[in-house]
Nanobody, 122 residues
């Protein structure tokens, strides 16, 4: 079992920045690939970014590439999502996820946090 807790969401103006954190507990964090997904109101959950357990493989959705950065600190059992140049369309609940395989599909992940709200105003 893995427990994931997101934090760092909030309200920010367009062009601003936020850093999300996801703290993991339970099983060995370093054994899991980690992903970030987001879900806007009335829309499906979509892929944002993923990072392998070693941090050596990273993937981003085209919509956030160049603006968002995913990273992890296995010693702290934490994965981060640095979000810069935020746009109103980035507004969503952001979820972190953990899985034994690395990928951009929701089906690659077995454990999910409760989510943190990010709202970007214009």
């Amino acid at each position: 079992q893995v427990q994931l807790v997101e934090s760092g969401g909030g309200l920010v103006q367009a062009g601003g920045s936020l850093r999300l954190s996801c703290a993991a507990s339970g099983r060995t964090f370093s054994s899991y690939a980690m992903g970030w997904f987001r879900q806007a109101s009335g829309k499906e959950r979509e892929f944002v970014a993923a990072i392998s357990w070693s941090g050596g493989r990273i993937n981003y959705a085209d919509s956030v590439k160049g603006r968002f950065t995913i990273s992890r600190d296995n010693a702290k059992n934490t994965v981060y999502l640095q979000m810069n140049s935020l746009k109103p369309e980035d507004t969503a609940v952001y979820y972190c996820a953990a899985g034994l395989t690395y990928g951009s599909s929701r089906y690659s992940y077995d454990y999910w946090g409760q989510g943190t709200q990010v709202t970007v105003s214009s």
